[in-house]
């Protein structure tokens, strides 16, 4: 039996017993937790081309040829050589952008060499993928600093010392406007065209640049550049992935295979992608509670993908544990604590993971807000006039901005909450009440409620004293 195979032998019966024990939790947590770890090089070429093909959209030409080409470089005594460019085009990384990373990961654990392209050139023109206008491009300054600050968020998930770092500029800079010219000769336009994002924002009459154009090209180059075997990207980057290809065909090179990897959707559940401008995503710099309790706030339906993209459960596992919740065997919020748990033991160990479950247990198992220690209270004699976007960021901080609280209103996440004798009663705040004076929307919304209120955002919960 493999090492995986054996650790997921001993995981699987772990999956079996009570899974809202504290213990069996821990345990699990540290078997799953230690595959991030694992040496895979005793799988075969086909298990190893499986294993990556599970947590992928799709692998071209096929899956087969990946385990061909994992059989021939292993009969050469060689690993694959496999690329992934990145454009440093922000400070805040969120858990959507692990994904590949983690993919990477395994690839490193399997035995294969690993390049990471840093888009320094490629950054200053801006990936069009999936944009509906142009993105702005990027100084000397803005890729060193956003670079920095994504390697060390990463870093929990991928072992940067273990990798090739390239810069695309080496290679793109020096490139003559003849060679340039030469090669997109051999490039149909109508190829560069076909693409979506391209069609939907001609037709909406919005700009298209030239070099947006030229960006296939230009990651297209990084593959001769390289002659990798595999190169990886989002499923939005697939036709910017089979340029790669197309090039390496008219350099007379053998052309990589592509592995591209699904576009993680946010938190809210509204089905748009995880992202930073849509306030649904998981910052892997937030502190150990906040991502334990941003992943217990998700639909029940993303446990599953969210499974397999921040884990290394293998599928079987994934399907023994959500065939338990469909038997109500295990109930959904046990496995989505499991869940939280394995992304905060990635962040900050096992131990922290533990901590924060016991915290949110703590504060929110109880059967009422009264009996939660050391919340925070508003007195809205003071703040009364404020309006409850000012008051959740300037007096309770429990949103970055006004328009963070609107959004948490939007998601229907921005509520009410009166405790009396005769239970709780809630009412959920409307995006417009979150810019209304703290006092008028509790005149109006709670004119007959009689008990203690509370002001909930989220996850967070203000007492309201005074009203």
């Known amino acids: 039996m493999t090492r995986l195979g054996e650790s997921v032998a001993r995981a699987s019966t772990l999956l079996s017993a009570d899974l809202s024990s504290d213990a069996t939790v821990q345990e699990l947590l540290r078997e799953t937790g230690a595959r991030r770890y694992l040496d895979l090089t005793d799988l075969p ?197 089979q340029m790669g290809r197309k090039l390496m065909e008219l350099r007379g090179q053998r052309p990589q295979l592509v592995v591209t990897m699904p576009l993680i959707e946010g938190t809210d559940g509204t089905g748009a992608k995880m992202s930073k401008s849509k306030g649904n995503y998981v910052g892997l710099s937030a502190p150990a509670d906040d991502v334990f309790g941003k992943i217990m706030s998700v639909p029940d339906r993303l446990m599953e993908p969210y499974l397999k993209a921040w884990t290394e459960w293998t599928d079987e596992e994934i399907t023994l544990v959500l065939g338990r919740v469909a038997d109500r065997s295990l109930h959904p919020m046990d496995l989505k604590k499991i869940l939280a748990g394995e992304v905060v033991a990635a962040l900050y160990g096992l131990d922290a993971a533990m901590a924060a479950r016991a915290g949110f247990i703590a504060q929110f198992s109880k059967k009422s807000f009264s009996d939660v220690e050391s919340l925070p209270v508003v007195d809205v004699a003071a703040h009364g006039a404020e309006t409850v976007a000012t008051v959740l960021t300037k007096v309770l901080e429990f949103t970055p901005s006004a328009s963070a609280a609107r959004r948490l209103a939007k998601q229907n996440a921005l509520r009410l909450v009166v405790e009396g004798e005769g239970g709780q009663q809630t009412v959920v705040l409307a995006e417009a009440d979150s810019v209304r004076p703290l006092a008028e929307v509790l005149a109006e919304k709670l004119a007959d409620a009689a008990g203690v209120a509370y002001l909930k955002a989220g996850r967070k919960l203000a007492q309201l004293d005074g009203r």
């Open 45 to 241: 070429a086909k298990e190893q081309a499986e294993l990556i093909a599970a947590r992928t959209v799709e692998v071209l030409p096929g899956v087969e040829k990946l385990a061909e080409r994992i059989e021939e470089r292993r009969a050469a005594g060689k690993g694959l050589h496999i690329k992934l460019g990145i454009d440093p085009t922000a400070t805040d990384v969120h858990l959507g952008h692990a994904v590949p990373l983690i993919v990477l990961s395994r690839f490193q654990r399997l035995g294969h060499d690993v390049t990471l392209i840093i888009g320094d050139f490629t950054a200053k023109i801006g990936d069009p993928s999936g944009r509906t206008a142009e993105r702005p491009p990027l100084t000397d300054e803005d890729i060193a600093r956003n670079l920095a600050t994504y390697r060390e968020q990463v870093r929990p998930f991928f072992d940067f010392e273990k990798v090739s770092f390239r810069q695309n500029s080496e290679w793109l800079a020096p490139y003559t406007f003849p060679e340039l010219l030469s090669l997109l000769a051999q490039v149909p336009a109508s190829q560069l065209l076909q693409r979506e994002d391209f069609r939907n924002r001609l037709a909406a009459g919005s700009g298209l640049t030239m070099t947006e154009l030229l960006y296939p090209i230009a990651q297209g180059l990084d593959s001769v550049a390289l002659e990798c075997d595999v190169e990886l990207g989002g499923s939005d980057q697939l036709l910017n992935l």
